[in-house]
């Protein structure tokens, strides 16, 4: 099927919202994606794009035609500079380094940042994140900050075949989303949920998934 065929396929498919019949925001993961095959996403329907890596944000930036701007990657300090003032939400705040650079930003600029607090629910070594144990205590902490304004959280589930151990791990997510919610107003996003997963997540309580190869096809990687 086309790009357009996709996204109409999505958005009828989370239509009627997560099992708590909440709105569900799709962000479309654009990484290796061209401008163009981009632009026939949000033609199609798309509203929100997410972008991996800071380089290929910078370079689509005005070649994309609309679309709330999202960051979903893992984001180095030093790169900080290129983001504030253009996304919409970074999903990805995941240790304290990075929300001292993102305030003193955000800060000299004038704007408020809008952020995601990154869980490592899975405790994987290869992911970065906050652990379950404390992430709860760095929402605290992190939305006193200057210049930064939490809006919920952010979980990538392992890789597994063990649908109970997911769905466990993906209530515990929403378990910490509640909490934080029911005393600040700002909290609206639960970002879990990504191509291979995107149904769990949205059955325990996600409302926002983030799909690239089920919009795009499998990623293309011309300099490989």
Not at 12 to 37: D, Q, S, Y
Not at 119 to 126: A, C, D, T
């Amino acid at each position: 099927m086309s790009i357009a065929e996709n996204v109409t396929t999505y958005l009828k498919k989370i239509a009627a919202g997560n099992c708590f019949g909440e709105p569900v925001t799709l962000v479309a993961a654009t990484k290796t994606r061209t401008p163009e095959e981009i632009n026939e996403a949000i033609a199609a329907g798309i509203t929100d794009i997410g972008e991996n890596k800071v380089q290929e944000f910078r370079d689509k930036f005005h070649l994309i035609k609309g679309g709330n701007r999202h960051f979903i990657g893992h984001l180095q300090t030093n790169k900080v500079k290129y983001l504030i003032g253009k996304t919409c939400l970074i999903h990805s705040l995941d240790r304290d380094e990075l929300a001292a650079e993102l305030s003193a930003r955000s800060v000299r600029a004038g704007i408020m940042t809008d952020v995601l607090i990154e869980v490592n629910i899975g405790s994987e070594l290869s992911k970065s994140g906050y652990s379950l144990a404390e992430a709860y205590p760095a929402y605290e902490r992190l939305r006193t900050v200057q210049g930064l304004r939490v809006r919920g959280f952010m979980a990538m589930l392992p890789l597994s075949d063990d649908e109970r151990l997911l769905a466990s791990l993906a209530d515990e997510m929403r378990a910490l989303y509640d909490r934080a919610r029911t005393q600040d107003e700002n909290i609206v996003h639960l970002s879990m949920g990504m191509s291979g997963d995107w149904e769990l997540c949205l059955a325990h309580g996600s409302n926002m998934i983030r799909l690239g190869t089920a919009l795009f096809g499998e990623r293309r990687y011309p300099n490989a």
